[in-house]
Nanobody, 125 residues
């Protein structure tokens, strides 16, 4: 499975963005999918994850109520809808995948073997 993330951009605080992660090579129906983010000099941090086939969602406390993760298995794509963006949300966002267990997704980056390239999100105040 190869992952291709897109949708980043430069926005104002309070705006919205939707990130997409398209998987190729294999269906992601049985995969846990996740988004992580990283800023320079800091460790990659968990943002959100979604279990296979899509029932369980986890969010970092910092994004709860503002971000929504979803998947479209027919399009082999996972989305991260980001609303009410804050300057502290600015980062490179990475999508990740791993063969999963129904109803479970890891919040630890060690739980994912497959990673896409990052997409940059900048948020100005």
């Amino acid at each position: 499975v190869q992952l291709q993330a897109s949708g980043g951009g430069s926005v104002q605080a309070g705006d919205s963005l939707r990130l997409s992660c398209v998987a190729s090579g294999r269906t992601i129906t049985t995969y846990s999918m996740a988004w992580f983010r990283q800023t320079p000099g800091k460790a990659r941090e968990f943002v959100s994850c979604l279990s296979p086939p899509g029932g369980t969602r986890n969010y970092a406390d910092s994004v709860k109520g503002r971000f929504t993760i979803s998947r479209d298995n027919a399009k082999n794509t996972v989305y991260l809808q980001m609303n009410s963006l804050k300057p502290e949300d600015a980062a490179v966002y990475y999508c990740a995948a791993n063969s999963g267990v129904s109803g479970y997704c890891s919040t630890n980056n060690n739980g994912y073997l497959l990673w896409g390239q990052g997409t940059l999100v900048t948020v100005s105040s």
